[in-house]
Structures are given as structure tokens and as C-alpha cells.
């Protein structure tokens, strides 16, 4: 039962913008840094954004995020076969104590 | 590079208690923490705590309070992962991850940067 909501699905054709939100509450998201995991299918997370906004090195920039108030959001330009994946959003909960992901995306390339 | 390699897969009873290693290489391990995070099947990503290196202090997710154990032995660079009393929905794929922080003008920031790949963890009776 994460305390961080995604939509369950996002779907798009090569070339589009997809974007998938993450929405929190006041004590992670609204006073915490937010991270991204893209995990492919059959595979590990692997780190696609840090401190809301930041990419790795290595993570294409067609990979972006952003911030705001109890909700973030990852968006995803120029979409390409190789996105189909599942996106999970996280974030330190104050209340919790803990971390806390996010119920995760499935990302479709039509 | 930096590398975490975790231990082979792992059947267990239930009642008994199951321990997965983590190998690290590449950096130093002591300036990291160590997370460890679960995957049931066809669920989502579950936080389980990590273990801060330099001191040794260890945060857990109030849900595996009572049951999990995270060491290290910096001897050789590992991390350790032991959940005790095992269920049938202890059943997942369990992950270790580096923990890397930092600050910058919009305050403090953390993520897990690098990830083992994976033990596969079942409880069957």
C-alpha cells in the first residue's frame, strides 16, 4: 500500500511525449527530493533521474523531471521502442520514517 | 566499474530464515550506505532499510522491523540481508542498491545509483 500514486499505465507512439505523474502527500514529495526508476522488462531499476530533476550521466535527455508542491512528474520525449518499461517514482516519507515508492507505470509503445 | 553482485537464488521453508550477500567492488564501501528493496511477483518496488556504513546504523521499514537484519563485513566489501520467520509472501526478488546523497540549492537529495542484479527469493512449503 505505497503512500506515492502513479496511473497504472501510460501509452504513446514513437516519437510523442509521454508523461507520468507521481502524487504524494506534505511529508515526502511536498518536503523531500524525488528519484525515478526505469525498470525494463525481466530486469532490475535502474536510476533515470535524482534529486527531482537531475539525470545520471549516461540517461538520454529525452528523460526529464520536475517538481511540484506533493506531486512530481517524469515526462518522456521523442518516445522510442526501448522506453517499454515499468517507471516508478520515490521519495523519503518524514512520517514513515522510511522511503517509499511509487505504485509503478507501465510504459507502452504503440 | 562499480559493481554490487548478489548471491544465487534461494528456496526456503516456512518459519525458517533466509540470508542474501552482496558483493560490492569499484568504490569505497564504507563512504556508501547499502539499501535493500523487494520485488513480489508481478508487484511493485517495497523499501526494506538500509545500513549507513561508516557508523554501521541501520534504518528499517516499520513493516520488517521485527524481522530483518542488514550487516556488512567490510573486510569484503558485502552487505548482508537476513529475514527471519519467512511467509509465503516473503516469496520476490530481492534487490541490494547503493545509496548516494548529496545537497544542492534546493535542499537535500538522495537515490539509489547502483543496483545488484537480483536474488530470487521463494517460500514454498
Known amino acids: 500500500q505505497s503512500v506515492l500514486t502513479q496511473p497504472p499505465s501510460a501509452s504513446g507512439t514513437p516519437g510523442q511525449r509521454v508523461t507520468i505523474s507521481c502524487s504524494g502527500s506534505s511529508s515526502n514529495i511536498g518536503s523531500n527530493a524525488v528519484s525515478w526508476y526505469q525498470q525494463l522488462p525481466g530486469t532490475g531499476p535502474k536510476l533515470l533521474i535524482y534529486?527531482?530533476?537531475q539525470l545520471p550521466s549516461g540517461v538520454p535527455d529525452r528523460f526529464s523531471g520536475s517538481k511540484s508542491g506533493t506531486s512530481a512528474s517524469l515526462a518522456v520525449s521523442g518516445l522510442q521502442s526501448e522506453d517499454e518499461a515499468d517507471y516508478y517514482c520515490a521519495s523519503w516519507d518524514a512520517s514513515l520514517n522510511g522511503y517509499v515508492f511509487g505504485t509503478g507505470t507501465k510504459v507502452t509503445v504503440l | 566499474q562499480v559493481q554490487l553482485v548478489q548471491s544465487g537464488a534461494d528456496v526456503k521453508k516456512p518459519g525458517t530464515s533466509v540470508k542474501v550477500s552482496c558483493k560490492t567492488s569499484g568504490y569505497i564501501f564504507t563512504s556508501y550506505s547499502i539499501t535493500w528493496v523487494r520485488q513480489a511477483p508481478g508487484q511493485g518496488l517495497e523499501w526494506m532499510g538500509w545500513?549507513?556504513?561508516?557508523?554501521?546504523?541501520?534504518n528499517y521499514a516499520q513493516e520488517f522491523q521485527d524481522r530483518v537484519t542488514m550487516t556488512t563485513d567490510t573486510s569484503t566489501s558485502t552487505a548482508y540481508m537476513e529475514l527471519r520467520s519467512l511467509r509465503s509472501d516473503d516469496t520476490a526478488v530481492y534487490y541490494c542498491a547503493r545509496r548516494t546523497k548529496g545537497i544542492r540549492a534546493d535542499g537535500f537529495w538522495d537515490a539509489f545509483d547502483v543496483w545488484g542484479q537480483g536474488t530470487v527469493v521463494t517460500v514454498s512449503s
Open positions: 534529486s527531482s530533476h
Open positions: 545500513i549507513i556504513l561508516h557508523n554501521g546504523d541501520t
